[in-house]
């Protein structure tokens, strides 16, 4: 029996995980991928106080070393379904856990855009992750979709790697940072297709050849010659097995009041899986150090 079962191993997670473990509490950390979350995604954070650049990866090796060093116990396996009788959670799984108490912090996954041949092209041009693929597309012209940090993000990255990066936005105005922006739009070898939507992937035996796109104002279509595609079209939350214990927004984040705590009591939801409305690291770790807080004190009540 834990006190606390912290499921997610992002950085919300291994915050909760963190404060928990400095409180004196027993607690578990489950992961069915790799410690980090998306966060290892970023090639530079440069939002987070005080470490104006580091890179995800770089943020995730040490906060995962801080836990280690503190004894958290991490174990890699998925949580199937969430439980509660008679005052304890079951965590289902490969094995049945239980706690007194749950933290969720599942974070999100990344879309992709649904077109014909996208699962199959994965690895074979296109990507989601700009710091893990890039090299591959070293010299050669890639294309970036989205108009978010991430995309805007991914495309500075790829400029110092690729001959031509294509940012493809469907609006003309662009969701992220404005410092992103102009950072981008001061890169010599980085072109806006905007607004532009992407109808068609296009390949080979060998893979990605390139993509139709179509201009949102009038219809047009233009093929783009690319070797990579790199998506970043937004994330989705995955917290399809805690639903039948905890209500869901329409579009699957966890109800959880901007202080962490769910309907269920002893069940809490920190970082970008809950409803929020920023999602940043330095707002993933301050839900993480609230939920463990709120979780140590449900206990101490009891
Ligand atoms: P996002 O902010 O949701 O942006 C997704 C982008 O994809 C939007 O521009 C959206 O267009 C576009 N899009 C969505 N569906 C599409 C479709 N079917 N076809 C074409 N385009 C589509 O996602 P994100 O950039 O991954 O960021 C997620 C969260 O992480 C945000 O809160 C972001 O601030 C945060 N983040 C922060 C940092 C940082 O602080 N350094 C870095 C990365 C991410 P519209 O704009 O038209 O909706």
Do not use: W
């Amino acid at each position: 029996m834990y006190d606390i079962i912290v499921i997610g191993a992002g950085p919300a997670g291994m915050t909760a995980a963190l404060y928990a473990r400095r409180a004196g509490k027993k607690v578990l950390l489950l992961e069915k991928e790799y410690p980090g979350g998306q966060i290892v995604n970023s090639p530079l954070v440069e939002n987070y106080p005080a470490l104006p650049n580091v890179s995800g990866a770089e943020f995730a090796e040490k906060l995962q070393q801080q836990i280690a060093d503190l004894g958290v116990e991490i174990e890699y396996r998925e949580a199937e379904t969430l439980e509660k009788k008679d005052g304890f959670f079951t965590v289902n799984g490969s094995e049945a856990l239980q706690a007194k108490t749950v933290i969720l912090a599942t974070g999100v996954s990344h879309r992709g855009l649904g077109l014909p041949g996208e699962e199959e092209l994965v690895g074979l041009g296109i990507s989601y992750c700009a710091v893990c693929d890039g090299a591959f597309y070293r010299g050669r012209d890639a294309a970036v979709i989205g108009g978010g940090d991430t995309a805007l993000q991914d495309a500075i990255y790829l400029s110092a790697l690729c001959r031509t990066v294509y940012v493809i936005h469907r609006r003309e105005s662009f969701r992220a940072a404005s410092v992103l922006v102009e950072k981008a739009g001061q890169k010599g070898n980085i072109v806006f297709k905007t607004p532009c939507i992407p109808r068609e992937y296009l390949s080979d035996d060998n893979g990605v050849t390139g993509l139709v796109l179509e201009n949102a104002k009038n219809g047009s279509r233009e093929t783009l010659n690319v070797d990579g595609i790199f998506l970043a079209v937004g994330l989705a939350p995955q917290n399809d097995f805690a639903r039948s214990l905890v209500s869901l927004s329409e579009q699957g984040y966890l109800m959880a009041s901007d202080d962490v705590v769910t309907e269920v009591p002893g069940l809490f939801a920190a970082g970008d899986c809950r409803v929020k409305k920023v999602r940043q690291l330095t707002t993933a770790v301050g839900d993480g150090a609230m939920a463990a807080t709120a979780a140590c004190e449900y206990l101490d009540e009891r």
